[in-house]
């Protein structure tokens, strides 16, 4: 059994910040449920011992204690950064996708686990002070990664407090699954991007993370790998209140982004990208949204999710602004499903079908029934170019009639269903900068130019786009030159 000595104790002290007290009864309890009990003065310490079969395995100098210094937090990407994409190997429309193995070395590392299993539980010194992204609350600053306080969030999601911030190492880290039930909360990728990795069934079989606390904030985190046996594995699943997604990365899971059904929640994903989720014999969306109040997708590319929608949202109101949803060479569904109904906006976005897509129909509204009527569907200043060659852009299955207005359209129909029209123009490819490149801007002499309305506002929604999106994931100001321009990009001249 491995001991802990003296020695051991005087190190856990210093941690503590008690380093210099007279000596006393130390009493630390384990996890197995064995209180260790020591009398001990830390000023006596010479050396620390880690002892295995009563023969030292290690010794360590202790340095001085160090002043106390209240720590900073670390500056999180701006909400407008790009993120990095990794490279993925596709294996084609017709087969699916396959993900990059880590190499040895990254394997060696994300399986890694502390040098002293459960030490990091006896680390006094594992939150710092200086918390701010969240009011109130505790003020700390939780470390994970290789060298830190915590070197897995699994250990220490559990017992988050209301106000903390976890700070979490960039590097890759294998299974390392959590539940995550506080509230008030940021938890964000520091010194680059670390990348949660499944090889295994996650033991909630929902998620690598279920958040099901309110006020929560994941930003710069990547996941992948997630399958379950029901098929319904993501890289998080949401089941709390409000929840905000930023700057991170979710691929090659079953789900990207699942949510449940909650009528408080309020879910916002921001400059992310997700993107080749695969259900073997099954529709794999990279955004499904439950029955929630409110979801926004905002400066994201989301693409190559196989036979499912790129984003569909039950939501009771839902706001798709300024992304890149795109099938690309993939084996795509819809781009967006509203399949019942709620408000639903969708403006200023980079939209293409792919040639390879099992659905032509770009925007999906109320297929699958409405509970009541009087909702507004809105579909404003977006590109699409449909590569089918065929189908409309929107449907609307629904008894309400949507609007369309200030759309630029190549290779598609209009509509199908109930929608008022308005200055919306259908094109051909040579009218965009570079269509191959997915660089759906406009050229010089195009039609589009300075011939949109005036957008207006509608159910308390300014209608007016403010952003371009910019690849990979930047928001550009959208200028204003003139009368508005039809489609998701103003000409400049540029």
């Not at 019942?340 to 906006?345: F, R």
Request: hydrophobic share 35%; net charge negative.
């Amino acid at each position: 059994m491995k001991r802990l000595t003296a020695w051991t104790v005087a190190a856990l002290l210093a941690g503590l910040g008690l380093a210099g007290i007279a000596r006393g009864d130390v009493v630390i309890h384990l996890k197995n449920g064995v209180e260790v009990r020591v009398p001990v003065s830390p000023g006596d310490v010479s050396s620390i011992t880690f002892e295995q079969g009563g023969k030292p395995a290690a010794q360590v100098q202790p340095a001085a204690p160090p002043k106390q210094a209240e720590a900073q937090p670390a500056q999180s990407a701006p909400a407008q950064s790009a993120p990095v994409s990794v490279p993925v190997k596709v294996a084609g429309p017709s087969t699916g996708y396959d993900e990059a193995p880590l190499s040895a070395a990254e394997m060696k590392e994300a399986a890694s686990g502390p040098a002293l299993p459960g030490a990091s539980e006896f680390r006094g010194d594992a939150f710092a002070k200086g918390g701010a992204d969240q009011p109130g609350g505790s003020g700390r600053i939780v470390h994970v990664g290789k060298g830190k306080e915590y070197q897995r969030f699994g250990d220490v999601a559990s017992s988050l407090q209301s106000g903390d911030v976890v700070e979490i190492e960039g590097g890759p880290d294998l299974n390392d699954f959590a539940e995550i039930t506080a509230s008030n909360i940021t938890i964000r990728g520091v010194h680059g991007r670390p990348h949660f990795r499944a090889s295994v069934e996650p033991p909630n079989a929902k998620a690598m993370w279920v958040i099901s606390g309110d006020n929560v904030t994941v930003d710069n985190i990547e996941i992948s790998g997630v399958s379950v046996p029901d098929d319904n594995g993501a890289a998080i699943r949401a089941e709390g209140g409000k929840l905000v997604v930023k700057n991170c990365y979710f691929h090659h899971n079953q789900f990207g982004f699942l949510s449940a059904n909650g009528p408080e929640q309020e879910i916002t994903i921001a400059n992310s990208e997700i993107a080749y989720n695969l259900r073997k014999d099954n529709y794999a969306h990279g955004i499904y949204i439950g029955h929630i109040r409110k979801f926004t997708l905002i400066d994201s590319y989301v693409h190559h999710n196989h036979r499912g929608h790129e984003v569909k949202s039950r939501a009771a109101e839902t706001l798709i602004l300024y992304n890149r949803l795109t099938d690309e060479d993939g084996v795509g569904s819809y781009l967006v499903d509203a399949p019942n109904c709620g408000n639903t906006y969708i403006i200023g976005n980079v939209l293409q079908k792919g040639a390879n897509a099992e659905n032509y129909t770009a925007i999906a509204y109320g297929a699958e029934g409405c509970k009541g009527a009087g909702y507004i569907f809105y579909v404003g200043n977006n590109t699409y170019v449909n590569s089918l060659g065929h189908g409309p852009m929107v449907k609307n299955h629904s008894g309400d009639v949507g609007l369309m207005q200030n759309n630029l359209i190549v290779g598609a129909d209009l509509y199908q269903g109930s929608m008022n029209t308005k200055n919306n123009l259908q094109t051909a490819l040579s009218d965009l900068v570079n269509p191959a490149a997915y660089d759906y801007r406009l050229k010089a002499g195009s039609a589009a130019i300075d011939a949109g309305a005036a957008p207006g506002k509608l159910g308390g929604v300014d209608l007016t786009p403010a952003s371009e999106y910019v690849q990979p994931m930047k928001l550009a100001k959208r200028p204003v030159n003139g009368r508005i321009d039809i489609g998701a990009y103003e000409y400049t001249g540029k």
